[in-house]
């Protein structure tokens, strides 16, 4: 079987998948996808095979979007994306990562940190006492979740983000 070389690129017109040979010799683009919506992060997840890309739409609000197929066809969520009804708006997803057992997470803005147990179809806060403007990047080492935000770093042991990392 021939290796394969894909490249995911978030853009404020949707995702584009490019698909490449072992040597990047030759390429194919794909997309836009994700019906257009800006996106600022996508991963592939070895675990299960799919891609997540998380973004946000004016009209829309937030989502992290879903393909079990390579990018074929996909489908997305935010149900549990939410500071509650009197709660501040959160306006799009900036940053994924998954994690053992199955765990995603999703760093938003405003400031937040979500967690999804079943393959993002919904969504738990685990933000915690956060005042920064928003979560730009999120990484997993072992079982400490580390969360790149505007103002400083974050870190958890698998709960609400407590540890400033200055």
Avoid at 71 to 82: D, L, N, P, Q
Avoid at 104 to 125: C, H, I, K, N
């Amino acid at each position: 079987m021939a290796e394969r070389v894909a490249l995911l690129v978030g853009t404020r017109k949707g995702l584009f998948v490019l698909d490449g040979d072992a040597k990047r010799e030759s390429w194919e683009v794909r997309g836009p996808l994700c019906d257009g919506w800006p996106i600022h992060d996508a991963i592939y997840d070895k675990a299960s095979g799919a891609i997540y890309a998380g973004g946000g739409s004016n009209w829309y609000g937030p989502a992290v979007w879903r393909s079990d197929d390579l990018g074929a066809s996909w489908s997305h969520s935010s149900e549990g994306i939410t500071y509650g009804d009197d709660g501040e708006k959160v306006t799009t997803i900036w940053s994924l990562a998954t994690g053992l057992g199955g765990a995603m997470y999703a760093g938003v803005e405003p400031a937040g940190l979500f967690r999804s147990a079943d393959g993002g179809q919904t969504w738990a806060d685990l933000t915690g006492d956060m005042s920064t403007t928003w979560v730009a990047s999120l990484a997993l080492s072992g079982s400490t979740l580390y969360a790149g935000t505007t103002a400083y770093g974050l870190e958890s042991g698998g709960g609400v983000l407590t540890t400033p990392i200055r």
